[in-house]
């Protein structure tokens, strides 16, 4: 059964502090692997990684891929206030149906 | 642009009620789907459609029925609501060729079934 193990389930760390938030995955034919922010409301797109290796890059935000280990991790420096968000995870396999890890809950405190 | 538009933004039921939540999107997207997310277990598929007149289930349909008579709209049916419903609901879209890269989500619904 596919599958996508997000850890940890919530972290809390001060204002500027680094994080790094896992998401592991077991998933038939793999396309992509997505990352999520979700706020108050809806989840918005932070990247896309389908090749090992290759760090996507956004501000303070980065992720990266490794299709060896069937994992990726998102990195956030310099962690601001409003980095306060549930993180997903997602993977695109067969059958255009994305899995879902649970999420992982970031809390920043000033 | 409206993106994905989902109403309402609430909505209380009774145990046996029915009802439809509504999505429609504007950008042509072909592909759209229906989510669940309960608190710890992150998003789930209901429904999913590819296009227009074609749907199929998810992995959790049960109690829901969806249609797709239009590329733009794609509602969602609670058949007899339950409790087990509770939830908070997203319609999310994406075009066929970047499917891939992830999906514009609605601002969700939030569904209490008493």
């Known amino acids: 059964e596919d599958k996508v193990v997000q850890s940890p389930l919530s972290l809390v760390v001060h204002e500027g502090d680094t994080v790094t938030l896992n998401c592991s995955y077991e998933?038939?034919?793999?396309?992509?692997l997505l990352w999520y922010k979700q706020e108050k409301k809806a989840p918005t797109f932070l990247f896309m990684l389908t090749s090992s290796g290759i760090e996507k890059k956004s501000g303070r935000l980065s992720s990266i891929l490794d299709k060896k280990e069937l994992f990726s991790i998102l990195n956030i420096t310099a962690t601001q206030t409003g980095d306060s968000a549930i993180y997903l995870c997602?993977?695109?396999?067969?059958?255009?149906?994305?899995?879902w890890g649970a999420g992982t809950k970031l809390i920043i405190k000033p | 642009n409206a993106g994905v538009t989902q109403t309402p933004k609430f909505q209380v039921l009774k145990t046996g009620q029915s009802m439809t939540l509504q999505c429609a999107q504007d950008m042509n997207h072909e592909y759209m789907s229906w989510y669940r997310q309960d608190p710890g277990m992150g998003l789930r598929l209901i429904h999913y459609?590819?296009?227009?007149?074609?749907?199929d289930q998810g992995e959790v349909p049960n109690g829901y029925n969806v249609s797709r008579s239009t590329t733009e709209d794609f509602p969602l049916r609670l058949l007899s609501a339950a409790p087990s419903q509770t939830s908070v609901y997203f319609c999310a879209s994406s075009s066929g060729a970047g499917l891939w890269y992830g999906y514009t989500f609605g601002s969700g619904t939030r569904l209490t079934v008493v």
């Open positions: 997602a993977v695109a396999g067969s059958n255009y149906q994305l899995i």
């Open positions: 998933v038939t034919n793999f396309r992509s």
């Open positions: 459609s590819v296009g227009a007149g074609i749907t």
